[in-house]
């Protein structure tokens, strides 16, 4: 039963001092799975994975590596590598050398080496690369050795701790892809921590989002995207309009949300349930969630339907992630609505005015405050 | 330089750089080699009478032939060979503990602590180990009132006391590059080597001591340099058995007035150090411009 999971966290806790950095975190990851932590600096992140290495020991909990516990094992004893985030190859060795380090370090023989050595170098696509130093390498090439030199030990789990970190945005966009396909391929199980929620979304089969030292939510990208249970995931993961309220009266299967600042959205009953009339919610919509039209056509009124109207403050053009920024006519309430790929919008100008609508199963809304300075990362 | 650079003219910049190069040439120049080249000279002749020199080889033929300059020259060379390897060893751990595993505050504490007794003078400090090791110094007397010793033991004037004094003298010259070249080391390149595998011994063989190695070069030479050059240690410490090479050229110099002769050790001791050093960079693969990095 144990043995489905490569790696296992039962409530483990770190305290440095009085500092609580991971709290009583458990998590199960499926073999040949590619999970993600997601979380903001500082959230406890590393700390977590450096746990896993074995570099820091839990002060509290257990991890289990294909189900034997691995507290008090060394880090050089643990069948798990680490990717560092500025990858840590070593610049006194070349290449092969880097590659063939860990190999050494186990006794194994010098033709098995040298034989599995080319082997993973051709794995990652750099096979003649063995004898160049490591200055002489471009950062992706950098980023393939640092994995062939944990895959070539063949590790039951490897950890990744934001590598794609110091390379620039294009390079990073490609090597996202990359990295999802090697995994992919060698089926190696990758845990993989980051705070930029694009690599953690694109490569990721579960993520599990951070703050704080706890996990907020732990689920496929889709779930965190689309049924985020908390209001930081809501706001760390993708873009959202985001405002405050307090839940007003229930008519049908719908509940009105009375805005702090004027004005009224309905949101599904069903799916907040749980909140009590009165109570203070922050409300989330996503921009694309929202559908816009030209004001002269009136939008048929569907029942559950929001309705707005607004002023275009300015259109950010950014090819298919097009957005535009609207001045609510009610209540002035800011808005970022995405445009639609079709160009039916493409000669939409600062000043328009037009109608917005979503549904209110589009809306979420979650209790309570959110201390301010969380905000959505950037993708 | 200013008035000149701010014509903006090619000359004026050419001129800055030779003025600001200008104390550095002088200094060179008239401090180190107008009297290598005086010393040279007056060490390739030969007095024969009063006033009456002739150009002769024979200051170093004497050197050559005598046993006693001989084995001094000899002794020297090795016994500061043997104080370098012992400050490398007692200040590798030393340094890496302080650069590496000492963390804010405690950190800059240590290394304080290892240039406080830097603060008063070499003289200053032999003597404190001389107040230590005499015979009627603070361990002697410590030994006998324990009743571990029935008399007074002299601990001065041996080789090991030398050795004891030229390490304790040296210590910082190794410490201060070793602390500087672990500090950027990297910790993740140390915590690499063990995730894949490696042990504390293989860590330091393979990713420490390689990184650091312009840093013990350095550190090296310039404490060969120091304690082959000591005259204070060896002569306080080892007193008349102390044997050094620069305690003949003083002698030469000052004792017996033979200028000729002691400029000939003064060449022979600058060849010395500029061989073992040579040596020393090529068994350990570095140049002379790593070490100043």
């Excluded at chain 1, 050595?117 to 696509?125: D, F, H, I, N, Y």
């Excluded at chain 1, 909140?275 to 009136?298: H, K, M, N, W």
Aim: glycine share 8%; proline share 4%.
């Amino acid at each position: 039963m144990a043995d489905q999971f490569d790696l296992e966290c039962r409530n483990v806790g770190k305290n440095f001092d009085r500092f609580v950095a991971v709290d009583n975190v458990s998590l199960t990851i499926p073999k040949g799975s590619f999970f993600s932590i997601l979380g903001p600096s500082g959230c406890g992140k590393t700390t977590l994975l450096r746990m896993l290495a074995g570099f820091q020991e839990p002060t509290s909990g257990d991890i289990l590596i294909k189900g034997k516990s691995v507290l008090g094992v060394p880090p050089n004893r643990r069948p798990v590598n680490m990717v560092f985030q500025h990858l840590a190859l070593f610049p006194m060795m070349n290449v092969a050398d880097n590659v063939a380090y860990g190999l050494r370090r186990r006794g194994v023989d010098k033709a098995t080496i040298n034989r599995k050595v080319a082997e993973t170098l051709a794995r990652v696509g750099l096979p003649d690369s063995g004898p160049k130093q490591i200055s002489q390498l471009s950062g992706g090439q950098k980023q393939r050795i640092a994995i062939a030199r944990c895959l070539v030990l063949e590790p039951a789990v490897l950890l990744l701790d934001e590598p794609l970190g110091a390379l620039d945005l294009k390079l990073r966009e490609h090597m996202k892809v990359e990295l999802k396909q090697l995994q992919h391929e060698i089926g190696t199980t990758f845990v993989y921590i980051t705070h930029d929620q694009s690599e953690a979304l694109v490569m990721s089969d579960q993520v599990a989002v951070m703050n704080a030292g706890k996990f907020e939510q732990v689920g496929t990208p889709q779930d965190l995207y689309y049924n985020p249970q908390t209001a930081f995931v809501a706001s760390f993961v993708g873009e959202s309009n985001r405002w405050r309220g307090t839940v007003g009266e229930t008519t049908g299967d719908y509940v009105a949300i009375n805005l702090d600042k004027g004005g009224v959205i309905l949101a599904d009953k069903a799916a907040h349930a749980s909140l009590p009339t009165g109570q203070d919610v922050e409300i989330f919509v996503r921009p694309e969630a929202i559908a816009i039209g030209r004001s002269d056509a009136a939008p048929d009124p569907v029942p559950g339907n929001n309705s707005l109207t607004g002023t275009v403050e300015n259109v950010l053009f950014n090819g298919a992630a097009s957005s535009v920024q609207i001045r609510e006519t009610a209540t002035g309430h800011e808005m970022s609505v995405a445009l639609p790929q079709t160009g039916a919008f493409a000669n939409l100008r600062a000043g328009d005015v037009i109608n917005l609508a979503w549904h209110a199963s589009q809306t979420r809304c979650f209790a309570g405050v959110l201390p301010s300075g969380i905000e959505g990362g950037q993708s | 330089m200013t008035a000149a650079s701010s014509t903006g003219q090619g000359n004026g910049v050419r001129l800055g750089v030779v003025l600001l190069a200008t104390p550095l040439l002088l200094w060179l120049l008239v401090l180190v080699i107008l009297p290598h080249v005086d010393l040279l000279l007056v060490s390739l002749r030969e007095r024969i009478a009063f006033r009456q020199y002739e150009f002769s080889f024979a200051n170093y033929i004497a050197f050559f032939v005598e046993p006693l300059y001989w084995n001094t020259y000899v002794r020297t060379a090795v016994m500061s060979i043997m104080a370098t390897v012992l400050t490398l060893i007692i200040g590798f751990p030393v340094s890496y503990y302080i650069a590496k595993i000492m963390r804010g505050r405690g950190k800059n504490v240590l290394f304080m602590m290892c240039l406080i007794p830097f603060w008063v003078s070499e003289l200053v400090r032999t003597f404190g180990w001389m107040i230590l090791l005499r015979e009627s110094g603070v361990i002697s007397s410590f030994l006998q009132w324990a009743g571990l010793v029935d008399g007074p033991v002299e601990m001065l004037y041996n080789d090991v006391t030398i050795m004891v004094g030229l390490v304790y003298t040296s210590m910082l010259f190794m410490v201060v590059p070793l602390v500087s070249v672990l500090d950027s080391l990297d910790d993740s390149l140390i915590e690499a080597g063990y995730d894949l595998g490696g042990n504390a011994f293989t860590v330091t063989r393979d990713i420490v001591i390689p990184h650091a190695m312009p840093g013990i070069a350095s550190g090296c030479i310039v404490v060969f340099m120091l304690t082959l050059g000591n005259y204070l240690t060896p002569n306080l410490l080892g007193g008349k058995d102390s044997l050094w090479f620069t305690e003949q050229i003083y002698t030469q110099f000052i004792t017996r007035f033979n200028w000729e002769s002691g400029s000939a050790f003064g060449f022979l001791l600058l060849v010395l150090s500029s061989l073992i050093v040579w040596i020393g960079l090529k068994l350990s693969r570095q140049t002379l411009a790593d070490t100043v990095r």
